[in-house]
């Protein structure tokens, strides 16, 4: 008997969580076409080239939907045995409800694995879509106040940038030699041309060795050599994060930091793409024992809890995510808060649901 409850409860919640993981992303799609038509019409794209963004764009909407289908599987699965008296008929059997949904626990520990795993895919495939869509061919002439780094390690910080006369005002360029040996290298201005590369004017070069002495001097006109990106290509934005993986978005942070600048969004970015696979276990914790607070409802019930639990989370995802870019939390704490207090209020309900 246990082993056909154990195949049932997980034949339900697969059917449930496939269905849903599958067809929300459709949701995500026509919504997000709908805002950007005139957008794509204005770049000249193909009814195939939209078709084939939103394909590598797929991947992501998936991951978005993980937890989601997790909650509304869950929930489903163990309110429909409590309206249809399954439940009580496995308690009458001498089956308790902890360990009717044993079998969730797995599956659920095997989805989070899932999403670890398809989130390393998802800033490949985003890269691509955005190549598709041209969104890296939407430039402008100049750029202000940003931070580049190269293939090289090298972080550049310009103030301005202009494409049209290849110029960039007060540039700053750091990097560290294999022995340890950093440089700084600060310039008035630059000026870009095929044949010389980067030639700076009115700046200094500081080098500073791995023993603690250090040198520099001021220069009037310096040859910068090795500097390999052109105007056109720093003008390009930043990759989105949802492009980067988490190693990249750790280097991004950290080559905003050492120029100065503040990377707490970027850290927030990077641990939430671990915090949000792992919310697909944690918020299962969450709706089992919710789901047998009621005992009619149907469907209805069922949808009211998965979308509330849903706009909760988003929302203190959102609101953690805010404090921690503003530096009230460290980037860890604001990440990983919302899944801390579904995982504590779903071990209060599951602690206090009827065995």
Not at 4 to 26: E, G, H, K, W, Y
Not at 152 to 157: K, N, V
Not at 210 to 234: I, K, M, N, V
């Amino acid at each position: 008997m246990i082993r056909t409850l154990d195949r049932m409860v997980a034949a339900i919640f697969i059917r449930l969580f496939v269905i849903f993981v599958l067809s929300v992303p459709i949701m995500f799609i026509l919504s997000d076409l709908s805002a950007r038509r005139g957008v794509y019409i204005d770049r000249e794209l193909t009814n195939l080239d939209i078709g084939l963004g939103y394909l590598f764009q797929y991947p992501m909407f998936i991951l978005w939907s993980f937890p989601v289908a997790a909650l509304v599987g869950t929930v489903f699965t163990i309110h429909s045995m409590t309206v249809h008296r399954e439940i009580q008929a496995a308690k009458a059997g001498g089956i308790s409800f902890h360990r009717l949904f044993v079998p969730l626990w797995p599956i659920g520990a095997v989805l989070t694995v899932a999403a670890f795993m398809l989130g390393t895919i998802v800033p490949t495939t985003n890269r691509k879509s955005a190549e598709i869509f041209k969104e890296r061919e939407v430039r402008r002439d100049w750029r202000n106040n940003f931070v580049f780094q190269t293939e090289a390690g090298e972080t550049l910080s310009i103030q301005q940038l202009f494409v049209s006369n290849s110029r960039a005002d007060w540039l700053l360029l750091e990097s560290e030699d294999e022995d340890g040996t950093r440089r700084h290298v600060w310039a008035r201005q630059a000026v870009y041309s095929e044949e010389d590369g980067w030639m700076l004017d009115n700046g200094y070069l500081r080098v500073v060795r791995p023993d603690g002495s250090e040198y520099s001097f001021r220069f009037e006109r310096y040859r910068l050599t090795g500097l390999a990106p052109t105007p056109a290509e720093l003008l390009q934005d930043p990759r989105n994060e949802e492009e980067m993986s988490y190693r990249e978005l750790g280097r991004q942070a950290a080559a905003v930091y050492r120029s100065g600048g503040d990377p707490n969004e970027l850290l927030v970015a990077r641990e939430q793409k671990l915090a949000i696979p792992a919310a697909t276990l944690v918020i299962m914790l969450f709706g089992a024992p919710l789901a047998t607070t009621a005992k009619k409802g149907g469907a209805a019930f069922g949808v009211g809890v998965a979308l509330g639990s849903t706009l909760i989370y988003i929302l203190l995802l959102r609101l953690f995510g805010a404090i921690g870019i503003a530096g009230g939390l460290p980037p860890v704490w604001a990440a990983w808060t919302p899944n801390i207090l579904f995982f504590v209020a779903g071990a209060v309900l599951l602690i206090r649901a009827r065995t």
